[in-house]
Every structure is written in structure tokens, then in C-alpha cells.
């Protein structure tokens, strides 16, 4: 199983970012999608999720109105976009994939991309 994410980098304050992970080695359709983000001695959080049939999505009270998370399943790919970006959303964010009933929690996912880098400069 890999999960390639992508799309991080250095913006203002402001700015947007589309984050993508592309899977491969998995079912992409059978699996709930997750974006996380851990910001320099901080835990891992939950950004926002989607899940794998109804596609009902939920979002951390910082990302909502924000970010969006979306998946296809036709690309194997889910994505992130951020909005309206803020020095405190600097992170690396993390894509990830799950098949728990525990989809809305960290604990609940199996695979792991690599990390994405954002930097949001004020």
C-alpha cells in the first residue's frame, strides 16, 4: 500500500493550497479518507474525513468553512483544498486511509501517507 500526498508549500497568509493523495495498493473505494496535520511539537489532529460510501465529511472547528476535502474514486485520490490560510494551520499535513467504524478518530486509520509540508508565512 502506498499513499503519495502532495501539494504542500510556502504561502501567505491568506492563500490557498490543494493538497492530493494518490493511492495505490488498496481498494480506494472500500476506505474511509482522512487529513491530518502535526504542527512542530504539537500531536497529530484530525483536519477533516470523508467517508467511504456516503461520502459524509467532517471537518476539526478550524478547518470548517475553510477546507474542503473531496475524494475520487475513479483517480484513487482524495484532496484537500484549504482556503483562506493562516500562519497556525503550518503543518505537515498527512493523508490517510481507514476502514474502522472509528473513521472520525486518528486511531481508526491503518495507512499513512508520508507528509506533506505547509508553511503559511504571516
Known amino acids: 500500500v502506498q499513499l503519495q500526498a502532495c501539494g504542500g508549500g510556502l504561502v501567505q497568509a491568506g492563500g490557498s493550497l490543494e493538497l492530493s493523495c494518490a493511492a495505490s495498493?488498496?481498494?480506494?473505494?472500500?476506505?474511509?479518507w482522512g487529513w491530518f496535520r502535526q504542527a512542530p511539537g504539537q500531536e497529530r489532529e484530525l483536519v477533516a474525513a470523508?467517508?467511504?460510501?456516503?461520502?459524509?465529511?467532517v471537518y476539526a472547528d478550524s478547518a470548517k468553512g475553510r477546507f474542503t476535502i473531496s475524494r475520487d474514486n475513479a483517480k484513487d485520490s482524495v484532496y484537500l483544498q484549504m482556503n483562506g490560510l493562516k500562519p497556525e494551520d503550518t503543518a505537515v499535513y498527512y493523508c490517510?486511509?481507514?476502514?474502522?467504524?472509528?473513521?472520525?478518530?486518528?486511531?481508526?486509520?491503518?495507512?499513512w501517507g508520508q507528509g506533506t509540508l505547509v508553511t503559511v508565512s504571516s
Open positions: 490517510a486511509a481507514s476502514q474502522n467504524v472509528n473513521w472520525r478518530m486518528m486511531s481508526g486509520y491503518k495507512y
Open positions: 495498493g488498496l481498494p480506494f473505494r472500500n476506505y474511509h
Open positions: 470523508v467517508r467511504r460510501s456516503s461520502g459524509v465529511t
